[in-house]
């Protein structure tokens, strides 16, 4: 039995995940020529390259964005490191994101972005509706689509339920979208590539600490976090910031087999994903490829 581990004693992102797998031998050129078959390659672009934290070299992925905001510092918005001040202005997505804009732009829950002139910046926002059917015309194979739907979908249900909104009323702004999308789907391409048997993680570190959105100072972990996290083991308080994004969350929610913290099986590989943050403990997203021989 080929069994794929997640040890997520620093959290797990979208775009760790998207690193850890390459780091295990899926081929990146075969993850990106997958993702173009999404037909949104106008609107992002991928880098993939090697970093270390704490001493412990692993890949990173970055998904870039074609489009830009004018961030000060060239600073942008990601998935693992929602919090970025370059200017007074604070606004926040659905899944809590702190954009801070040049230009004294904000963003207001619609995905739009006002200036002080009274002018609006609107960018395109994506519902679950839209999100499914990039999926489901695109020529990804049926099994891809699944899951990946299935990962978004259990996003969508938690951020529905904190929010108090209807299913499909449920925003993915274009920032998050289209990192979440190429994340989501580049995982479910993954799990496909490398052909999996079983997959397992153990409990899975939050973080700690508040952080500060449009709606005031919430606790870490987020509240959509906690909503996908119900019924999984997870322990927090490690480092003062967030290590659990609600993608992450979902990734293991959506396609994690059994949790433990028992490893019982023989290491074949080991990779890891790197995350943005430089903190106190190796900020990287550990995972193992083992062989378990079945009992007769």
Known sequence: MRILYYDCFAGISGDMN?????????????????????????????????????????????????????????NCCNNEERYHENSDNIC??????????????????EGHYHGHDGNEYQHVHRNLKDIE????????????????????????????????????QVHFHEVGAIDSIIDIVGAAICFDYL?????????????????????????????????????????????????TTPTGAAILAVNVDEFSNIKEFYIEKIGYGVGKRDTDIPNVLRAYIGKKKLKN
């Open 18 to 74: 998207l690193g850890v797998m390459i780091d295990l031998g899926v081929d990146k050129e075969y993850l990106i020529k997958e993702l173009s078959k999404l037909n949104i390659n106008d609107e992002y672009e991928i880098n993939v390259g090697r970093e270390s934290r704490k001493g412990i070299e692993g890949t990173k992925v970055d998904v870039i964005l074609k489009y830009h905001h004018d961030h000060v510092d060239n």
């Open 92 to 109: 926040c997505n659905s899944e809590e994101h702190k954009h801070e804009h040049k230009d004294n732009r904000c963003c207001d829950n």
């Open 195 to 243: 052909k999996i048997d079983k997959i397992m993680a153990s409990s899975v570190e939050l973080g700690g600490g508040f952080v500060k959105c449009a709606h005031g100072i919430i606790p870490v972990p987020a509240p959509a976090t906690v909503e996908i996290l119900k019924g999984i083991p997870v322990k927090s308080g490690i480092v003062p910031f967030e290590t």
């Open 133 to 168: 059917k990039i999926i489901n015309s695109s020529d990804l194979n049926n099994s891809v689509k699944k899951r990946s739907i299935d990962m978004f979908m259990k996003v969508a249900e938690a951020e529905a339920k904190v929010h108090g909104k209807p299913l499909y």
